[in-house]
C-alpha cells in the first residue's frame, strides 16, 4: 500500500529552536510538495520540488525556512528559529507529472507543530 | 494572493439532502479543477476532478459542475450521509505547472443524522 509518509506526526518545541520534518514520498513519484495548513489560510504553499529540483518556494519564509531534497526518497523541511506563527499543521504531497499532464498529488498525514 | 476563492467557509445539512460548494477562479490557464476531501487527523485526499472541456462529471453522490465563462465551478454531494462530513478543499491548477495545486480555502461540512 503506497503512501506518503511523514515524521514527526507531532512536535512541541520552544520558540527560538531548530525544527526539521521529514518526507518520504511514495516511490516512483517526480513531484514533491509541501504545504501549510492553519485555520487562517487554508492550505498554503510552500515548496515544489520535480525530478528533486525545487521549482517553486515563493510561498515560503526565505529567512527562517529552507526545503531539501537530498535524495529521491527523502524532502526535509526546516524551520530555524521557529517562531509561535509557525504552528500549523505541514503536509507533504507527492504525485506524477509529465510534461503539461496533470495527475493526483498523494497526501500524508501531516505533521503538526506547536511553538511555544 | 488567493486565485481561487470557496464559499461558504462552512456549511451544515440534513442526511439525505444536497450539500452544495463553490469556488471561483481568476486565472483563466487553470485547467484542471480537483475537489479534495479531508478527514480530521489525515491528508486531504482526491475525491472528483474536471477539465474545462465539460461542464459537469458525476461520480456516484458526487458531481462537479463547471462553468468556464463564469470562471465558476462547484461540488454537489447528494443524499449527503453523515460519513461526508469533513472539510472539502477545492483547487486548480495549469498544465505548464504540472500537478501544482492552489487551494481555495476550505469548507467544513457537518452532516446532522
Known amino acids: 500500500d503506497a503512501r506518503v509518509t511523514q515524521t514527526p506526526r507531532h512536535k512541541v518545541t520552544e520558540m527560538g529552536q531548530e525544527v526539521t520534518m521529514r518526507c518520504q514520498p511514495i516511490l516512483g513519484h517526480n513531484t514533491v510538495f509541501w504545504y501549510r495548513q492553519t485555520m487562517m489560510q487554508g492550505l498554503e504553499l510552500l515548496a515544489y520540488f520535480r525530478n528533486r529540483a525545487p521549482l517553486d518556494d515563493s510561498g515560503m519564509p526565505k529567512d527562517r525556512f529552507s526545503a531539501e531534497m537530498p535524495d529521491a526518497t527523502l524532502a526535509t523541511l526546516k524551520i530555524q528559529p521557529s517562531e509561535p506563527r509557525d504552528s500549523a499543521v505541514y503536509f507533504c504531497a507527492s504525485g506524477w507529472a509529465s510534461g503539461g499532464n496533470t495527475g493526483e498529488l498523494f497526501f500524508g498525514e501531516g505533521s503538526r507543530l506547536t511553538v511555544l | 494572493q488567493q486565485q481561487v476563492k470557496q464559499s461558504p467557509q462552512s456549511l451544515i445539512v440534513q442526511k439525505g439532502g444536497i450539500s452544495i460548494i463553490n469556488c471561483a477562479y481568476e486565472?483563466?490557464?487553470?485547467?484542471?479543477f480537483p475537489w479534495y476531501q479531508q478527514f480530521p487527523g489525515k491528508g486531504p485526499a482526491l475525491l472528483i476532478a474536471?477539465?474545462?472541456?465539460?461542464s459537469e462529471k458525476k461520480e456516484g453522490r458526487f458531481t462537479i459542475s463547471f462553468n468556464k465563462s463564469a470562471k465558476q465551478f462547484s461540488l454537489h454531494i447528494m443524499d449527503s450521509q453523515p460519513g461526508d462530513s469533513a472539510t472539502y478543499f477545492c483547487?486548480?491548477?495549469?498544465?505548464?505547472?504540472?500537478?501544482?495545486?492552489?487551494f481555495g480555502g476550505g469548507t467544513r461540512l457537518m452532516v446532522k443524522p
Open positions: 483547487a486548480a491548477s495549469m498544465g505548464n505547472a504540472g500537478n501544482m495545486l492552489t
Open positions: 486565472n483563466t490557464a487553470f485547467d484542471y
Open positions: 474536471i477539465r474545462p472541456d465539460v
